[in-house]
């Protein structure tokens, strides 16, 4: 899997259980980095757990990007699906490689968003991983439309 969002060289971090995760940072549009990340022989970043959480914000910390940043990940919402306020990923889905979509539970602690998604039933959105520095200097993160 890989997180688009730029280091002279993609900065990799792997589990034990051996998914791995690696950065390639610059501009482009959801659909150009999934694109990207398919021709790498991967998809776009899911994170279905707290370990692969702390894996790519490890990697991401590795590449020392200037925040705020937002980093696509393959977290997308069809357009026949509505917002679910209630829901950790809030009716987003981990979209899978050849675009198929892994109807994933996630753990709670995986709902934070830096900002609510718009509330719809009408359009298909996607969301990134939004990256901050906390005013205590700390690092923030949370999804963000």
Known sequence: ACALG????????????????????????YAAASGACGRRRGSLAWVGGEPELRL????LAEAALPTPALLWVGLKRSASTCTHAEHPLRGFTWEGVGGGTALQEVPEA???????????????RCAGLHLAVTLESRPSWGWKE
């Open 56 to 59: 790519l914000l490890g990697l």
């Open 110 to 124: 995986l709902g934070r968003w830096a900002k609510e998604p718009v509330r719809s039933c009408l359009t298909a």
């Open 6 to 29: 730029r280091p002279p060289r993609a900065a990799v971090r792997c589990l034990p259980a051996g998914t791995c995760f690696s950065a390639h940072l610059h501009n482009s549009t």
